[in-house]
């Protein structure tokens, strides 16, 4: 074929199209979809493209050849193509948005202008090259531009792949003294007063990210760290873990249990695609019958991915997969060297990896035989992607499976409702584990009621005396609280004053007894702060953390050690890994946690759980929080009674009586589901209907008002006169009406699913393309999807 039909990877949404190229000769026959290119694009210039199909029919007009043909190494498989298809039909995904999504990280390439010399001015002789850095250390850009226009210098642009090793630049704090170091910069100097500020209590940050934090430049940076209050620190970028290579020695095989053959055999029985739900209550052994499955497949000369809500949380899942497996384990996660995952991919494409196991984005390794898809905790939030493409894993996967026949088992002791519903539908099949594994059994849940109690009671006698039982038999507690640091908020309890972010409309969290504020939205962090800034008053806390009742536990129990988990936790990976084995290894006695705790940990040893305040959960304004709190509160109460030792699972309410905590208490899944499934069909919810957002943003107020209502006054039109089945609602302003400076607007749209892909392509081409023109410069629009 003489023809290629290209996507480039340039950003302006309005050219999301493919282009045509001609196939030069001695490409021909060399080349096809998925292969990398460069080509001709723009005046004078290239970019980097991606062979989408091949035609014979010339296109009417003239066209370009291909410049370049990228090795082999990189073509993307079949697998990675059909998952870009399915991103731009399903989450309309501009084919470059796609594409980049599907390209692992280091195998992106860096665009780099190099200029030649093509008249010798000042130093510079004909004939040489210089890349563009280079120049600019002795001229302007517009100096540069100038000599390209009066022909001195001529602009080249070429590809080269982005280095393996990045060094990052860290920033370290060499004051002792905030309020000393903010003395001696002038007061006007707002940005490097905010820096001296946000590093007061860190002991290190990356650069970009103290840019990022505090909207100063590295210029601000510099000149600090020239005066000596920070040092700049150039470093190879520091991951933690690599790959985990299983040794060939005789394993020792766990034979399964009775239910776990039955499951396996019910599973393998299925017609081919295999696709169905594992319900399996919590320590009922559900990785065991993974890794069975993930076993026979590979004999089948097939790939594996086992994909995970967070895999950096589960270094145990890893361990147990390779203690039962013979071949090499391909581990991605973000805290992979750079070099590790170039190598691990391309293990991945050659077939020698048969099995990985990821978070999320691990869908998108290139694999050429994959056989078998495995997701635990399918019901698991962080399976949506929050950046653009939008995806959910899960459907993504089960769109996957359908179209190249991969068998596919999603896996959990609390599916969401949304996976639930393709039971009833027959896309899955259900299978049970009904009870935990060996001589565990789940743990008994109870409530205490804290409305007798002492108003600001943060731990019950009830728990106090179960803690204590536990301790006096060696035995280990997790608590589980849903809010980070120490206090939602500072407020004045005089005139009202509520410290606030000063990028966001959010309360500022209070964190380390409140020497700390950090914005959990922009990542903006300050010090203490004394009094009411409006009216000199004294500030208290609002709201309480886990922090919090880390120092309340230290009072309760002077003589036992606690260590608080939260997500801030989770990025500093090292550190979360060795809380986490010494809380193993008995060093500490109990773990105080956000809903990261909830997360597949499994330890013998906790044969005490406790949420201290289920409140919080059963009050989102959402229509999920129902779903939530029952898969959060199941989950939870599962981390004990994991072993022979009984357990107990203590939740504090201030409404016991909420009919919640009957299916909870009861474990009884199929009543709750049941009851929240007819609700939302009647009310109009997914999984009956699905959801579009348009979210827009802007740093001008008004502008995001106007955008909303143009969007509103088109689509409510459009789906009017073209009798479309979907409602659009008033856009509203979301509870943090600004985030990161910007101001914030969205929109529903509720649709019923014969309509979604109509709705969904009018959604494309109104905003993604910006067919008609209504999208403002000054906003940034874009799409959610639910169900
Ligand atoms: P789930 O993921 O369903 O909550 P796990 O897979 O974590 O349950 O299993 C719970 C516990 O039971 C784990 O400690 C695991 O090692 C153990 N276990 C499960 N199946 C077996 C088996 N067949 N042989 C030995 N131990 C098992
Ligand atoms: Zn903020």
């Not at 007061?200 to 505090?214: C, F, G, V």
């Not at 005396?465 to 536990?470: F, G, I, S, V, W």
């Not at 579009?692 to 107020?701: A, D, G, L, R």
């Amino acid at each position: 074929m003489n023809y290629a039909n290209v996507i480039i990877n340039v950003k302006t949404r309005q050219l999301d199209q493919l282009f045509t190229y001609v196939v030069p000769p001695e490409l021909r026959g060399n080349i096809s979809a998925g292969h990398r290119v460069v080509v001709p694009f723009g005046k004078g210039q290239f970019a980097d493209g991606l062979v989408w199909s091949l035609t014979d029919k010339p296109p009417r007009f003239k066209t370009k050849a291909i410049v370049e043909k990228l090795a082999d190494d990189y073509k993307l498989s079949k697998t990675q193509l059909y998952i870009m298809q399915i991103l731009r039909k399903r989450y309309a995904a501009t084919y470059q948005e796609a594409y980049l999504a599907v390209l692992p990280s280091v195998q992106k390439l860096d665009k780099i202008i190099v200029y030649s010399i093509s008249k010798p001015f000042d130093d510079y002789q004909d004939g040489q090259f210089f890349d563009g850095a280079e120049l600019l250390k002795n001229y302007t850009q517009s100096e540069i531009n100038k000599k390209v226009k009066n022909g001195y210098l001529a602009r080249q642009v070429k590809f080269s792949f982005k280095h393996n090793n990045k060094t990052v630049e860290w920033v370290k704090p060499l004051y002792d003294n905030v309020e000393d170091a903010l003395a001696k910069i002038a007061a006007r100097a707002v940005k490097k007063q905010r820096i001296i500020k946000h590093m007061a209590y860190l002991d290190q940050l990356p650069l970009r990210d103290l840019t990022a934090a505090t909207r100063a430049t590295r210029r601000d940076i510099v000149a600090l760290a020239d005066s000596g209050f920070l040092a700049i620190e150039q470093r190879v970028e520091n991951y933690a873990v690599n790959s985990y290579s299983t040794s060939q020695q005789t394993k020792t095989v766990k034979p399964l249990s009775a239910d776990q053959s039955k499951v396996v055999r019910d599973y393998r029985a299925l017609d081919k695609p295999r696709a169905a739900l594992l319900i399996g209550v919590t320590g009922s052994g559900k990785t065991r019958v993974y890794i069975e499955l993930a076993k026979k497949a590979i004999e089948a000369g097939k790939q594996v991915l086992v994909l995970v809500p967070e895999i950096s949380l589960t270094p145990q899942l890893v361990a147990r997969f390779s203690e039962q497996l013979t071949t090499d384990i391909g581990v991605i996660h973000t805290y992979i060297r750079p070099a590790d995952k170039v190598n691990i991919y391309q293990r991945i494409k050659s077939g020698d990896i048969k099995i990985v196991i990821g978070a999320r984005s691990a869908i998108f390794a290139p694999f050429n035989q994959l056989g078998l898809i495995v997701i635990d905790e399918e019901h698991e939030y962080s399976y949506k992607s929050e950046t653009i493409p939008r995806y959910q894993a899960v459907e993504l996967a089960l769109q996957l499976a359908q179209r190249l026949s991969i068998d596919i088992l999603l896996g959990s002791a609390t599916p969401s409702i949304q996976t639930h519903h393709l039971v009833d539908t027959g896309v899955l099949k259900a299978l049970y584990l009904k009870n935990a594994f060996g001589a565990a059994s789940l743990s008994d849940i109870k409530i205490v009621d804290m409305t007798a109690l002492p108003k600001d009671t943060l731990l019950s006698s009830p728990l106090i005396e179960a803690m204590t039982q536990c301790f006096k038999k060696r035995e280990q507690v997790i608590l589980f609280h849903n809010r980070k640091g120490y206090a939602r908020s500072k407020q004045c309890h005089q005139c009202g004053y509520v410290h606030m972010c000063q990028n966001c409309a959010v309360p500022l969290t209070v964190y380390e007894g409140g020497n700390q504020f950090v914005c959990h939205y922009c990542g903006y962090r300050e010090p203490k702060l004394l009094k009411c800034p409006s009216c000199g008053d004294a500030l208290i806390d609002i709201g309480f953390g886990i922090e919090q009742i880390k120092k309340q536990l230290n009072l309760v129990f002077p003589d036992k050690t606690f260590a608080v988990v939260d997500s801030d936790l989770t990025h500093h990976h090292t550190k979360y890994i060795e809380t986490l084995t010494a809380f193993k290894a008995g060093d500490i006695d109990g773990l105080i946690g956000t809903q990261i705790l909830a997360k597949g940990l499994d330890f013998a040893n906790v044969t005490l759980v406790g949420v201290i305040l289920a409140d919080q959960l059963i009050h989102m304004p959402d229509y999920l929080s129902s779903e939530n709190a029952y898969q959060l509160l199941t989950q939870v109460a599962g981390r004990a009674g994991r072993s022979a030792k009984a357990g107990v699972a203590l939740i504090q309410t201030y409404q016991p009586e909420h009919p919640i905590f009957d299916y909870v208490i009861k474990r009884d899944f199929d009543s709750f589901i049941k009851e929240e499934k007819q609700l939302r069909d009647m009310v109009g919810y997914p999984p009956y209907v699905t959801l579009f957002t348009v979210k827009i943003q802007s740093e001008s107020k008004l502008a995001v008002y106007q955008q909303a209502q143009r969007l509103y006054d088109f689509y409510d039109k459009n789906f009017k006169r073209n009798a479309i089945d979907a409602q659009v609602f008033q856009p509203i302003q979301p509870f943090y009406a600004r985030i990161r400076q910007r101001y914030r607007a969205q929109m529903l749209f509720k649709v019923k699913r014969e309509s979604r892909s109509a709705v969904l392509t009018m959604l494309y081409y109104g905003i993604v393309k910006d067919k008609y023109n209504l999208v403002d410069p000054k906003c940034w629009v874009d799409i959610d999807f639910d169900g």
